[in-house]
């Protein structure tokens, strides 16, 4: 009767494997999400910024690389110093230069360290 009991235990695991098997469970498959299109292209400014040397400004920028996530993103600057009147933007997310779409001399001046 032994023999008995272990054939039925061996015949109950042969079958839970073959359901396992035969009827895999399937991960719900979630539909990607729409990325936005990228906001209008900013404006170029009307004339050339230029930037006195060791002065603090407010600015605004935009990355336009076509491949960034911040494609025509405008971002505001605040307290950036021109060093030597040369001013560079990167866009922290891409690495890229940025395009400087307005800069305004900040009055009165931040105190000197």
């Known amino acids: 009767m032994a023999e008995a009991g272990t054939e039925e235990a061996e015949s109950a695991n042969s079958t839970q494997g073959a359901e396992a098997e035969s009827d895999p469970i399937l991960d719900p498959v979630e539909p990607e999400p729409e990325t936005p299109p990228p906001p209008p ?63 305004t001399l900040m009055d009165p001046q931040p105190p000197e360290e």
Do not use: M
């Open 41 to 103: 292209a900013p404006e170029d400014p009307a004339q050339p910024i230029v930037f006195e040397p060791w002065k603090w400004y407010d600015a605004t920028v935009a990355c336009t690389t076509a491949t960034c996530p911040n494609l025509n993103v405008v971002l505001h600057l605040t307290e950036v110093y021109s060093n030597a009147g040369q001013v560079t933007f990167y866009c922290g997310v891409c690495s890229k230069r940025q395009k400087l779409l307005s800069a």
